[in-house]
């Protein structure tokens, strides 16, 4: 099963509990009357918390797993995606997060470039492959949001 189907399904079920709990939320006392109220209130948005912690955590797995899956959002509606688009965020930010990660790790490690000590990152690759990362990044970036 590829990554973006089980994320997919773990985001359907994700939203399903999602609504439960905002259901319960909403149908709680405001404010608490009792103790026994303000607890359960207390319970209610602590399990929201964790639901959402989970969420993250389930997201950063299958980020390390297919980051550009986690980019386009497949699981997302068109809506979320034209929020997405309206709120900044587009696919070309991308090629921004990756060109500004590289850039960084190469001033960290200049000194060491220049003395010929291998990185294990972006700034041991010839120009030659770099030209072939960008043209790579450039196709699938195409392939992944605009066909």
């Known amino acids: 099963m590829s990554n973006s189907v089980s994320f ?4 359907d079920n994700w939203f399903e509990q999602l609504h439960h709990l905002v259901h319960q939320l909403n149908k709680a006392p405001k404010p608490p009357s009792t103790d ?8 209610l948005v602590d399990k929201l918390m964790s639901h959402y912690a989970e969420y993250y955590r389930v997201k950063s ?3 390390e797993r297919d980051v550009l ?15 997405h688009w309206i709120a900044g965020w587009r696919p070309t930010t991308l090629f921004h997060l990756v060109y500004t990660e590289s ?9 060491d470039i220049l003395r010929g000590l291998r990185t294990g990152d972006l700034g041991d690759l010839s120009p030659t492959q770099f030209r072939q990362f960008t043209l790579t990044f450039v196709y699938l970036f195409y392939f992944v949001f605009l066909s």
């Open 8 to 11: 997919s399904r773990f985001y």
């Open 36 to 43: 026994e109220d303000a607890t359960h209130l207390a319970h």
């Open 61 to 63: 797995v299958a980020a």
């Open 69 to 83: 899956t986690v980019f386009t959002a497949p699981w997302a509606s068109w809506l979320e995606r034209s929020l």
């Open 103 to 111: 850039s960084i790790l190469f001033e960290s490690h200049i000194v």
